[in-house]
């Protein structure tokens, strides 16, 4: 699979599924444009200390070309910026659009509803919803200006009838999840593929920082959550994107939702760690049966 001559932008690649997916893409070649609000100069609202120039220079060293674009998604001026830059350094060559904002982190309360801040889930919905709809509106353009275009919206979850068990976080990702659906109908006559895609259990920085361990230590955090056996690296997804980017045959999948695993059981890629881990089955077979996690050999779903 290559990606040679390609060009491709991400938006939130700051960290987490975002930055893999970059660095993933620039794995196969590819020029990839790094959007985040995160910069060397300065923190994201966030606070954390992961960059757009650390991510831009991970895609470089893998064997692509990273180029960091400092961007908030949910501000017009900034979304017209980095397709100006897009314009000025590629010709305004666009093959991939993986869009991937969140923002929500400290929005995410799993109570009911009535009982959280409504300030911070109003935010959620401005910080993703809003942001992936001003990518769409301003960046689209690029991608359907040649056919074979590819658009993939990162979301959470593959059925539309599954609860997360919070409101304003399952309203976000069902309209993010929907998008990639949809604009598979207004881009197809341009000759452009569109799709969601989730991860699984993700082993994000946050996460792993959640459970106080490492990537290096992860399975320690197992004796917390039991189903963290299950996890995945954000590279992953990031392998599942890039191989369906490299796919000539992708238009097959537009206006799908996709998954880590079934990208996995497409392509046949691993994680970094060599092994497959298989969510959706391991969500069949022991979290919707409510099957004792401990008690199953979780190497059959790997």
Known sequence: MSLEGKVAAVTGATRGAGRAIAVELGALGATVFVGG???????????RDETIEETAELVTAAGGRGIPVRCDFTVIEDVDAFRDRIE??????????VDDVWGGEQAVDFQ?????????QLGMWHNSVRAHLVALHRLLPLVIREPGGLVVEVTDGE?????????AYDSVKVAVRRMGRVLAKDIGKHGATSVAVTPGFLRSEEMLEGFGVTEA??????????????????????RGIAALAADPDR????????ASWTLMR?????????????????????????????????????
Not at 88 to 97: A, I, K, P, T
Not at 159 to 167: A, H, I, K, R, T
Not at 270 to 292: A, F, I, M, S, Y
């Open 37 to 47: 609000r995160s910069t060397r100069a300065g923190k994201s609202p966030i606070g």
């Open 88 to 97: 000025s350094e590629v010709d305004g060559q666009l093959d991939v659009l």
């Open 112 to 120: 009911p509803f009535w009982e959280v801040d409504l300030e911070k």
């Open 159 to 167: 059925d539309d009838e599954y609860y997360s068990g919070m409101l």
């Open 217 to 238: 230590n992860w399975r320690d955090a197992v004796r917390k959550e039991p189903h963290f056996v299950m996890s995945e690296t954000p590279h992953y997804v990031g």
């Open 251 to 258: 238009h097959r999948f537009t206006g799908q939702a996709l």
């Open 266 to 302: 497409e392509y046949g890629f691993t994680d970094l760690d060599g092994t497959q881990p298989d969510w959706g089955r391991w969500n069949e077979d022991v979290v919707k049966t409510k099957l004792d996690p401990t008690t199953v050999d979780a190497s059959k779903y790997r």
